[in-house]
């Protein structure tokens, strides 16, 4: 089955029924507020089906950003928080302020290609004050991704990364709001190497460069002057046929603060090499090396024989079961860092065919239990996505930053 | 093979691994791979003759950013299969040559995340997957699949 048709299905499937439903449940409570410290280290998420409402289990927040050092400020909503990649991007069509670009010794502008598996998100870079909960990060970095016509051509080097994703229904979001283990998106490798993801463009005219750590795309949380070393993901249990959205709060720092203490271990990961980022999840015989919890993936993607994919037009769903019911099946993992921490966890897999054909299934946007068959050129990964996150408070360290259990890069949840 | 200027880190991989005055010689799926002999001696890229088939033969290189490109070639010269893994995707124009269009109108269509790109047509598979430092994907032209090679083997 061709994948257009598929996603065709999908599309026809979800949008219609999903139009209005972006803005529902979007005053969620901001929960305990601050601790100790008297800042507020909590940000109000929820999770639907994102402004465009063709996504499901997309979880999205509020991002104030501010000319740097000033209260000229704007705040931008439905922006993705994703913690499986780094930085803030914003669309150009959500910014009004003219923010300062970043820019190299020369004088010349930094532009980037950031690089996603089904595409890239092409645009310049700015600075700007991040503003979340009562936190500030300072002149950072940020991309401001082009979808209003306006800035240096797509280079060849970037086009060639696949689909250009530099719009909001590509997107599926007004920006995404990058909180992963890592500080910067690229991270060494382009301070020493021009690559085909940095590039300076004097004149409008782009050419791969060399990029200080300091000016890449940089996580704001990390440069947070306190609550700076971690976020936690915090959702409420949702039911397991679905909701139509869920509010929960995105708490920066990790031990910082009364309403951040973790209590679970840390499931440590490498910062460098082939399994940077990843730990091993277990389950029956199967032992898979490049495992992640990430809240950009819809789905919790794995390999099971045992699963079938959905029939037809929804293959990239699992179907266990049948789908007149729930099938709800458990799936027993142990994840095992590199810390030699080892948790066990029981995750639910539904019939797709099911939750998307129920009769409420207009109002649904949120499911615990999607899941998705592993990728076969990614035969070592469980991919712990947002349907892990309902009912937990899920931790992620970043790296280089010490917490009361241990340095990051890890994972944790309780 | 794109006549447009090889990025700066396709310079940098493939310079390591060929020797000056030896134009770097690179077969995108379905492109055909003659020279496959010269090119594994010219490049100090592991060529790698599978112990249970001699069906086909797996060309890697590693690139400067740490990412593997595998090129999977038939007896008759043909590439076809690729796959790649590593910190960042490779330049996926190069690699899939003519079919490179189809993975971009794939990543046009509405999708459930940024995680997937698939194209399962009768003709081709592409398969993309991974996040942001950890990508991995590998397209195959099934009709010029050799007959004992496994899919599981074209990763």
């Given at each position: 089955?061709?994948?257009?048709?598929?996603?065709?299905l999908?599309?026809?499937?979800?949008?219609?029924?999903l139009a209005?439903?972006?803005?529902?449940g979007s005053?969620?409570?901001a929960s305990?507020g601050?601790?100790?410290?008297?800042?507020?280290?909590?940000?109000?998420?929820t999770?639907?089906s994102?402004?465009?409402?063709a996504?499901?289990?997309?979880?999205?927040?509020?991002v104030t950003i501010?000319?740097?050092?000033t209260?000229?400020c704007?705040?931008?909503p439905?922006?993705?928080?994703?913690?499986?990649?780094t930085?803030?991007?914003?669309?150009?069509?959500?910014v009004?302020l003219?923010?300062?670009?970043?820019?190299?010794?020369g004088?010349?502008?930094y532009?980037?290609?950031?690089?996603f598996a089904d595409?890239?998100l092409?645009?310049s870079?700015?600075s700007?004050?991040?503003?979340?909960?009562?936190?500030?990060?300072?002149?950072?970095?940020?991309?401001?991704?082009?979808d209003?016509?306006?800035?240096?051509?797509?280079p060849?080097?970037?086009?060639?990364?696949?689909?250009?994703?530099?719009n909001a229904?590509?997107?599926?979001a007004?920006g995404l709001?990058?909180?992963?283990l890592?500080?910067?998106?690229?991270?060494?490798?382009?301070?020493?190497?021009?690559s085909p993801?940095?590039?300076?463009c004097?004149?409008?005219v782009c050419?791969?460069?060399?990029?200080p750590?300091?000016?890449?795309?940089?996580?704001?949380?990390?440069f947070f002057p306190?609550?700076n070393?971690?976020?936690?993901?915090?959702?409420p249990?949702i039911a397991?046929?679905?909701a139509?959205?869920?509010s929960?709060?995105?708490i920066?720092?990790i031990?910082?603060?009364?309403?951040?203490v973790?209590?679970?271990?840390a499931i440590?990961?490498p910062?460098?090499?082939?399994t940077?980022?990843?730990?091993?999840a277990?389950f029956g015989s199967?032992?898979?090396?490049?495992?992640?919890?990430?809240?950009?993936s819809?789905?919790?993607?794995?390999p099971?024989?045992?699963?079938?994919?959905c029939?037809?037009?929804l293959?990239?769903?699992?179907?266990?079961?049948v789908?007149t019911?729930?099938?709800?099946t458990?799936?027993?993992?142990?994840?095992?860092g590199?810390?030699?921490?080892?948790?066990?966890?029981?995750?639910n897999v539904a019939?797709?065919?099911?939750?998307?054909?129920?009769?409420?299934?207009?109002?649904?946007?949120?499911?615990?239990?999607?899941?998705?068959?592993?990728?076969?050129?990614?035969p070592?990964?469980?991919?712990?996505?947002?349907?892990?996150?309902?009912?937990?408070?899920?931790?992620?360290?970043f790296?280089?930053?010490?917490?009361?259990?241990?340095?990051?890069?890890?994972?944790a949840?309780? | 093979?794109t006549p447009s200027r090889p990025?700066?880190?396709?310079i940098?991989?493939l310079?390591l691994l060929?020797?000056?005055?030896v134009?770097?010689a690179?077969?995108?799926?379905?492109?055909?791979?003659a020279t496959?002999e010269?090119d594994?001696?010219?490049?100090r890229?592991m060529?790698?003759?599978?112990?249970?088939?001699a069906?086909?033969q797996m060309?890697?290189l590693?690139?400067?950013?740490?990412?593997?490109v595998?090129e999977?070639?038939?007896p008759s010269?043909?590439?076809?299969?690729v796959?790649?893994?590593g910190?960042?995707?490779?330049?996926?124009?190069r690699?899939l040559?003519?079919?490179?269009?189809?993975?971009v109108?794939?990543?046009?269509?509405?999708?459930a995340?940024?995680?997937?790109?698939m194209?399962?047509?009768?003709?081709l598979?592409?398969?993309?997957?991974?996040?942001?430092?950890?990508?991995?994907?590998?397209?195959?032209?099934?009709?010029?699949?050799?007959?004992?090679?496994?899919l599981?083997e074209?990763?």
């Amino acid at each position: 089955m061709r994948t257009s048709a598929r996603l065709l299905l999908i599309a026809v499937i979800l949008a219609p029924l999903l139009a209005g439903c972006g803005s529902s449940g979007s005053a969620p409570n901001a929960s305990s507020g601050g601790g100790t410290g008297g800042t507020s280290n909590v940000q109000a998420i929820t999770a639907d089906s994102g402004p465009t409402g063709a996504f499901v289990n997309m979880v999205t927040t509020s991002v104030t950003i501010c000319m740097p050092g000033t209260n000229a400020c704007q705040t931008i909503p439905n922006i993705q928080v994703d913690t499986g990649s780094t930085g803030l991007r914003i669309l150009a069509s959500a910014v009004t302020l003219s923010l300062p670009a970043v820019t190299a010794s020369g004088g010349a502008t930094y532009s980037e290609c950031a690089d996603f598996a089904d595409g890239f998100l092409w645009g310049s870079l700015a600075s700007a004050d991040v503003r979340m909960g009562s936190e500030v990060a300072a002149a950072m970095p940020v991309q401001i991704i082009q979808d209003n016509g306006s800035g240096p051509a797509v280079p060849s080097t970037c086009s060639s990364q696949g689909t250009n994703e530099s719009n909001a229904n590509a997107l599926g979001a007004n920006g995404l709001l990058g909180v992963g283990l890592f500080i910067q998106d690229c991270g060494g490798f382009c301070v020493t190497n021009p690559s085909p993801f940095y590039y300076t463009c004097p004149s409008g005219v782009c050419a791969e460069a060399t990029i200080p750590l300091a000016q890449q795309v940089t996580n704001p949380v990390a440069f947070f002057p306190q609550d700076n070393n971690g976020v936690v993901l915090q959702f409420p249990a949702i039911a397991a046929t679905g909701a139509m959205s869920a509010s929960g709060s995105m708490i920066f720092g990790i031990g910082t603060q009364s309403n951040n203490v973790l209590t679970a271990s840390a499931i440590g990961v490498p910062d460098s090499g082939s399994t940077a980022g990843s730990f091993t999840a277990v389950f029956g015989s199967t032992t898979l090396v490049d495992s992640f919890i990430d809240s950009g993936s819809s789905l919790m993607y794995f390999p099971d024989a045992s699963i079938p994919a959905c029939p037809g037009n929804l293959s990239g769903f699992d179907c266990p079961g049948v789908a007149t019911a729930l099938s709800s099946t458990p799936i027993n993992v142990t994840l095992q860092g590199s810390n030699a921490v080892s948790t066990n966890v029981t995750v639910n897999v539904a019939n797709t065919q099911f939750l998307f054909g129920q009769p409420n299934a207009s109002a649904l946007n949120v499911f615990n239990d999607l899941g998705g068959p592993g990728l076969a050129a990614l035969p070592n990964s469980f991919d712990f996505g947002v349907p892990f996150f309902f009912g937990k408070s899920v931790f992620t360290a970043f790296e280089q930053r010490s917490t009361p259990a241990g340095a990051g890069p890890y994972f944790a949840f309780q | 093979m794109t006549p447009s200027r090889p990025s700066t880190a396709w310079i940098a991989a493939l310079s390591l691994l060929c020797s000056i005055g030896v134009t770097p010689a690179w077969a995108a799926l379905g492109g055909t791979h003659a020279t496959i002999e010269a090119d594994a001696s010219s490049m100090r890229a592991m060529r790698h003759d599978t112990a249970a088939r001699a069906s086909y033969q797996m060309h890697e290189l590693t690139l400067a950013s740490g990412t593997v490109v595998r090129e999977f070639v038939a007896p008759s010269g043909t590439v076809f299969a690729v796959a790649w893994q590593g910190p960042f995707k490779p330049d996926l124009s190069r690699v899939l040559g003519s079919y490179f269009p189809r993975a971009v109108a794939a990543g046009q269509e509405r999708r459930a995340d940024h995680r997937r790109l698939m194209v399962h047509a009768p003709d081709l598979v592409i398969e993309s997957g991974g996040r942001m430092r950890a990508f991995a994907g590998r397209a195959y032209l099934p009709a010029l699949m050799p007959a004992d090679v496994a899919l599981g083997e074209i990763r």
